[in-house]
T-cell receptor
Framework: GNSVTQMEGPVTLSEEAFLTINCTYT??????LFWYVQYPGEGLQLLLK?????DKGSNKGFEATYRKETTSFHLEKGSVQVSDSAVYFC????????????FGTGTRLQVTL | EPEVTQTPSHQVTQMGQEVILRCVPI?????FYWYRQILGQKVEFLVS????????KSEIFDDQFSVERPDGSNFTLKIRSTKLEDSAMYFC?????????FGPGTRLTVT
């Protein structure tokens, strides 16, 4: 079955540091890949997505590239801010508009001044 | 910007009681979902719904759970007889073209 593996958290960084959160997946076929973010006390928000190999999703300074050869979708940001402190979830779904999302365990990011 | 809404934000119930969690999906979306997140754990899929019927359900979604779209705007999740282990955050989502948009969640506490 499908699965998503994320690096364990929490990740603690100083403001303006470089961020990488690793995500690898196991799936049949060619899934779509997503990063969702959950700010304290809030629901899940779509951060970015990629639907095919070598696609790069980007939003709010965050980027992730769909790497089929390594089955990875690592999240990166060049310079984090305190406001980026949240839990980040990597997820996949198969093509098809009713397809469920399979989530990783989430990685908590804490950014300090 | 349209958004998914959920009510209530927090529900406390006693074990064995029935609860109904309500969701209003984005108006032109046709696909609806429920997920749950037990505290500190991953978000888990419960059920998807399209064209007034269940498209897919997980092992978690047993006979104690049911979903309904009672009118043109609401989408509900009912738990018939709650257990302690049903305590979790329940998220509703709706989608078009493959991207799912989530509501803020209902925190269910079973005592």
């Amino acid at each position: 079955g499908n699965s998503v593996t994320q690096m364990e958290g929490p990740v603690t960084l100083s403001e303006e540091a470089f961020l990488t959160i690793n995500c690898t997946y196991t799936a049949t076929g060619y899934p779509s890949l997503f990063w969702y973010v959950q700010y304290p006390g809030e629901g899940l928000q779509l951060l970015l997505k990629a639907t095919k190999a070598d696609d790069k999703g980007s939003n709010k300074g965050f980027e992730a590239t769909y790497r089929k050869e390594t089955t990875s979708f690592h999240l990166e940001k060049g310079s984090v801010q305190v406001s980026d402190s949240a839990v980040y979830f990597c997820a996949l779904s198969h093509t098809g508009t009713a397809s469920k999302l399979t989530f990783g365990t989430g990685t908590r990011l804490q950014v300090t001044l | 910007e349209p958004e998914v809404t959920q009510t209530p934000s927090h529900q406390v119930t006693q074990m064995g009681q029935e609860v109904i969690l309500r969701c209003v999906p984005i108006s032109n979306h046709l696909y609806f979902y429920w997920y749950r997140q037990i505290l500190g754990q991953k978000v888990e899929f419960l059920v998807s719904f399209y064209n007034n019927e269940i498209s897919e359900k997980s092992e978690i979604f047993d006979d104690q759970f049911s979903v309904e779209r009672p009118d043109g705007s609401n989408f509900t999740l009912k738990i018939r007889s709650t257990k302690l282990e049903d305590s979790a955050m329940y998220f509703c989502a709706s989608s078009d073209l493959g991207v799912q948009y989530f509501g803020p969640g209902t925190r269910l506490t079973v005592t």
